[in-house]
């Protein structure tokens, strides 16, 4: 396994391209409602990375082998889809809950970041898993620091979720990101704490725990990319792109309209 160190430089320019794929996600917020297609939402995203942060959508014609080329900008999974949803005609719906996942390309650095929207007044199940999902991201988070394992934040995730009475997908995980969509290493969601790569200064990977409210098991559709649960119980995901520094973590994906923070974070600033 080969782990790219980021330079001084590098995480410069790793710190634009996050703060910008945040930002990307303030913008769109608004747009966010009842009778608002997500490919509406997608256009928006395009147009505003495109013309406005002068930069580009990563997802936009990105064929890993044994893919075909992803048809949009931005990945937009409502409900019982997991990930890699396709922005389409179908209008958002009251209830429906939606993750929207946006990754930037700027001066050849990928900033890659998720959240998850609730649609109107959505079912206290729905709600609960969001806000699950939302706490064990940070959970793993907080996990980050040189000396650390990569099993320490699966382990964090997993048992904070199951402890919840939720499950973790496990074919799909975070990954290391710099001048490349994803580098080494793997991050997962689950795991045992003390195992795994070892944590140092410069790594830069995301963080993106999907969990379902019902079985871990998944389904692709036969678009090729869209993942949904297969017994179709909801799912939830959050992401953010994180730099292990020399004290701690810096999250990289954050910016002036990200949703507050859970009590026990700590050491992490949002930008005014």
Known sequence: MTIHIKTGAEIEGMRLAGRLASEVLDH????????VTTEEIDRIAHEYIVNVQRAVPA?????????????????????????????????????????????????????????????????IQARRLCQITYEAMWRGIMKVKPGARLGDIGHAIQTFAENAGYSVVREFCGHGIGRKFHEEPQVLHYGRPGTGEELVPGMT????????????????????????????????????????????????TLSAGYPPLPEFVTGVAVPA
């Open 28 to 35: 769109l917020t608004p747009y966010v409602k009842a009778g």
């Open 59 to 123: 997802p936009l014609n990105y064929a890993p082998p044994g893919y075909k080329p992803y048809p949009k900008s931005i990945c937009t999974s409502i409900n019982h889809v997991i990930c890699h949803g396709i922005p389409n005609d179908r209008p958002l719906k009251n209830g429906d809950i939606l993750n929207i996942d946006v990754t930037v390309i700027k001066d050849g650095f990928h900033g890659d970041t998720s959240r998850m929207f609730i649609i109107g007044e959505a079912s």
């Open 205 to 252: 990977f995301t963080i993106e725990p999907m969990i379902n409210a019902g079985r871990r098991e998944i389904r692709e559709m036969p678009d090729g990319w869209t993942i949904v649960t297969k017994d179709r119980s909801l799912s939830a995901q959050w992401e953010h792109t994180v730099l292990v520094t020399d004290t701690g973590v810096e999250v990289l």
